[in-house]
T-cell receptor, first 116, second 112 residues
Framework: GAVVSQHPSWVICKSGTSVKIECRSLDFQATTMFWYRQFPKQSLMLMAT?????????EQGVEKDKFLINHASLTLSTLTVTSAHPEDSSFYIC????????????FGPGTRLTVT | GENVEQHPSTLSVQEGDSAVIKCTYSDSASNYFPWYKQELGKRPQLIID?????GEKKDQRIAVTLNKTAKHFSLHITETQPEDSAVYFCAASSQAGTALIFGKGTTLSVSS
């Protein structure tokens, strides 16, 4: 149980284009999902908290107009990187919180984004 | 907000030795402290966690200790094996469902 999937696992796009990443909780309902970004040899940095049916909460320094988050259902959150630039190239990982288990979160497999 | 410091950034041990990684946190409201192992290009894997109502937890070769007063927690790996080589992250969050805040990671290398 407690499986989180992400799609795509990797994507290459050209500068100026937009890319959508999906995060799904497969066997539980996730009222809250989190998006992290991880640059090579660095830690996971929280980008935003995604709550079902409401606007996402972004961390300081993360542009909400550039990283669009939509949490339209209890099992799906999407992150859209708009007008991507090479510096947006990173490993994007989502996690979902199991409401029945205090604190514990489950991570998706990550999406490797390369912007050329 | 929460801030998690992790030390050391790199750790090299001989197979069979013990490894200890330490973290401190700043938010006294935090009460969930997981440890993750991450291999290159993969998702973090939970290896052990501890909640603030206990001071120590052990699972075979892995143990975690928590000192709430000092706001620090540590990961102990005994009888290390080459397959333990990876990057380890500590994290902290509160029961309110806030996100996990991660330490900067420790690259553990176990040589045989």
């Amino acid at each position: 149980g407690a499986v989180v999937s992400q799609h795509p696992s990797w994507v290459i796009c050209k500068s100026g284009t937009s890319v959508k990443i999906e995060c799904r909780s497969l066997d539980f309902q996730a009222t809250t999902m989190f998006w992290y970004r991880q640059f090579p040899k660095q830690s996971l940095m929280l980008m935003a908290t995604s709550n079902e049916g409401s606007k996402a909460t972004y961390e300081q320094g993360v542009e909400k107009d550039k990283f669009l988050i939509n949490h339209a259902s209890l099992t799906l959150s999407t992150l859209t990187v708009t007008s991507a630039h090479p510096e947006d190239s990173s490993f994007y990982i989502c996690s979902a919180r199991d409401a029945d288990r205090v604190g514990e979160q489950y991570f998706g497999p990550g999406t490797r984004l390369t912007v050329t | 907000g929460e801030n998690v410091e992790q030390h050391p950034s790199t750790l090299s041990v001989q197979e069979g030795d013990s490894a200890v990684i330490k973290c401190t946190y700043s938010d006294s409201a935090s009460n969930y402290f997981p440890w993750y192992k991450q291999e290159l290009g993969k998702r973090p894997q939970l290896i052990i966690d501890i909640r603030s109502n206990v001071g120590e937890k052990k699972d075979q070769r892995i143990a975690v200790t928590l000192n709430k007063t000092a706001k620090h927690f540590s990961l102990h790996i005994t009888e290390t094996q080459p397959e333990d080589s990876a990057v380890y992250f500590c994290a902290a969050s509160s029961q309110a469902g806030t996100a996990l805040i991660f330490g900067k990671g420790t690259t553990l290398s176990v040589s045989s």
